[in-house]
């Protein structure tokens, strides 16, 4: 069974700080990681996207891969309170099935 | 703008009936998917399709069924409805051609009740 881990918080962060959320996965041969934004009673929505090794930046968002570790992770500088949701993990299953492996997410709270 | 839709937004019914959530897409995308959304399970994957008359089933797959008739839409069925099925359904769409990036799009929703 392949899996995807997160913490699922939730993660308290005072306003202006940096959010560091964590996922892990446990196929070896995942290629592609996706993270993904869920406001409360809304759809998840993609933020970030990565499949090298090493960091990727947009904006006040870096994405981190480490396939060798098998981890992947999301930081948000300067979080802002309109920050505040549930951050999915999710791992394009290998094979090329088109699916994607989500995590259970992980709740940030940003207080101002 | 393209986009996915699910209705009805809400439903609330009972043990034992049948139950079809609708999902329609307008990007011309081949693979459409059912999620369910529980706390403390994040996005469970129901059923799938890669296309036209193809399904597939998915981790959380018994007493759901799909089919696909058309490239935009995928129905959700729930044969007998129980409570163990009260929970909030996305349905996803993806381009297969994206290679590795294959982004996802959710539709907005289906809070269904079980009572």
């Known amino acids: 069974q392949k899996e995807v881990e997160q913490n699922s918080g939730p993660l308290s962060v005072p306003e202006g700080a940096i959010a560091s959320l964590n996922c892990t996965y446990s196929d070896r041969g995942s290629q592609s990681f996706f993270w993904y934004r869920q406001y409360s009673g809304k759809s998840p929505e993609l933020i970030m996207f990565i499949y090298s090794n090493g960091d990727k930046e947009d904006g006040r968002f870096t994405a981190q891969l480490n396939k060798a570790s098998q981890y992947v992770s999301l930081l948000i500088r300067d979080s802002q309170p309109s920050d505040s949701a549930t951050y999915l993990c999710?791992?394009?299953?290998?094979?090329?099935?088109?699916?994607?492996?989500f995590g259970q997410g992980t709740t940030l709270q940003v207080k101002p | 703008d393209a986009e996915i839709t699910q209705s009805p937004r809400h439903k609330i019914t009972e043990t034992g009936r049948q139950v079809t959530l609708a999902c329609h897409q307008t990007w011309n995308h081949n693979n459409m998917f059912w999620y369910r959304q529980d706390l403390g399970h994040g996005l469970r994957l129901i059923h799938y399709s890669y296309g036209v008359q193809d399904t597939n089933k998915g981790e959380v797959s018994d007493g759901y069924s799909v089919s696909r008739s058309n490239t935009e839409d995928l129905p959700l069925t729930l044969e007998s409805a129980a409570s163990s099925q009260t929970s909030v359904y996305f349905c996803a769409s993806s381009d297969p051609s994206g290679g590795s990036y294959n982004e996802q799009f959710f539709g907005p929703g289906t809070r269904l009740t079980v009572l």
């Open positions: 999710a791992v394009k299953d290998t094979g090329n099935t088109g699916k994607l492996i």
